[in-house]
């Protein structure tokens, strides 16, 4: 079976760890924990000493970029929108365009289909001896 050898590695760090603060403390458990609590405080102090404000500078930072890039969202979008409602009017106007020509041949249709309507009228009045209209 293939299992991690994570857990198995971190726990001989451990055992390791405390056996240097057994070791050095003379196998007294009470020193050897006081030994790791001051280890512990001191490099916890010289990280704060080495990274000073730095939580209030990312803080800041983070801050600083969210509200930039808020804004080019606001931006895009806005420009975003003014195309789309462009691109609407544009498409309005071509389907009224469109609509108003569609209008017009069908009228033109309608003109012709009457022409010829009354010729062939006229035309059949005429084989009956009627004056044409």
Same mark, same amino acid.
């Given at each position: 079976?293939?299992?991690?050898?994570?857990?198995?590695?971190?726990?001989?760090?451990?055992?390791?760890?405390?056996?240097?603060?057994?070791?050095?403390?003379?196998?007294?458990?009470?020193?050897?924990?006081?030994?790791a609590?001051?280890d512990a405080?001191?490099?916890?102090?010289?990280?704060k000493?080495?990274?000073?404000g730095?939580?209030?500078?990312?803080?800041?930072?983070?801050e600083?970029?969210?509200?930039?890039a808020?804004?080019?969202?606001?931006?895009?979008?806005?420009?975003?929108?003014?195309?789309l409602?462009?691109a609407?009017?544009?498409?309005e106007?071509?389907?009224?365009?469109?609509?108003?020509a569609?209008?017009?041949?069908?009228?033109?249709f309608? @003109?012709?289909?009457?022409?010829?309507?009354?010729?062939? @009228?006229?035309?059949i009045?005429?084989?009956?001896?009627?004056?044409?209209k």
């Amino acid at each position: 079976m293939s299992r991690s050898r994570l857990p198995l590695a971190l726990g001989l760090t451990a055992a390791g760890g405390i056996g240097y603060y057994l070791y050095s403390a003379g196998g007294d458990t009470k020193v050897a924990q006081k030994q790791a609590e001051a280890d512990a405080h001191r490099v916890s102090a010289q990280l704060k000493s080495d990274l000073p404000g730095r939580g209030e500078e990312a803080k800041k930072n983070a801050e600083k970029y969210g509200a930039q890039a808020g804004a080019k969202v606001d931006s895009t979008l806005g420009k975003t929108q003014a195309e789309l409602q462009k691109a609407a009017a544009e498409a309005e106007a071509y389907a009224k365009d469109t609509k108003n020509a569609a209008l017009k041949k069908v009228d033109e249709f309608d @003109k012709k289909v009457e022409t010829e309507a009354s010729k062939a @009228k006229s035309g059949i009045s005429s084989w009956f001896g009627g004056g044409g209209k």
